[in-house]
């Protein structure tokens, strides 16, 4: 009989891996909305931003390949720290998100 303890470590394992897979959807189609020339910049300032936000989502895939490749490793047995730098990646998708909904946002306003 399995005890309820290492269930509940799978199920929260599964949820994170799900979440990461998630969010790597949602870069593919921030970049794709990046890269449309709807959302061009017009001045240095948003140029500067723009390029932030491409090197951004480019180093979110390179931590997400990797990261990718260190969980196929380790199959259904995660280490503490590798949940922990899947956490920190979790927090690096909402702080790239956040970026680009600022400079959406910033794109309606004139500077």
């Keep these: 009989m399995e005890s309820k303890a290492p269930k509940s470590i799978q199920d929260r394992q599964e949820m994170l891996l799900l979440r990461v897979e998630r969010n790597d959807r949602m870069v593919q ?3 794709q909305k990046l890269n449309s020339y709807t ?3 017009k001045c240095p300032q948003r140029f500067e931003k723009f390029h932030e936000l491409k090197d951004g989502i480019h180093n979110f895939r390179k931590h ?22 899947i956490r920190v990646h979790l927090d690096r998708f909402k702080k790239l998100e956040s970026d680009f909904a ?3 946002f910033s794109l309606d306003r004139p500077l």
Aim: glycine fraction near 4%; hydrophobic fraction near 25%.
């Design 29 to 31: 189609r921030l970049s």
């Design 64 to 85: 997400q390949k990797s990261l990718m490749q260190k969980v196929q490793q380790k199959k259904n047995d995660l280490s503490h720290g590798l949940e922990k730098e």
């Design 102 to 104: 600022s400079y959406l």
């Design 39 to 41: 959302y061009e910049p």
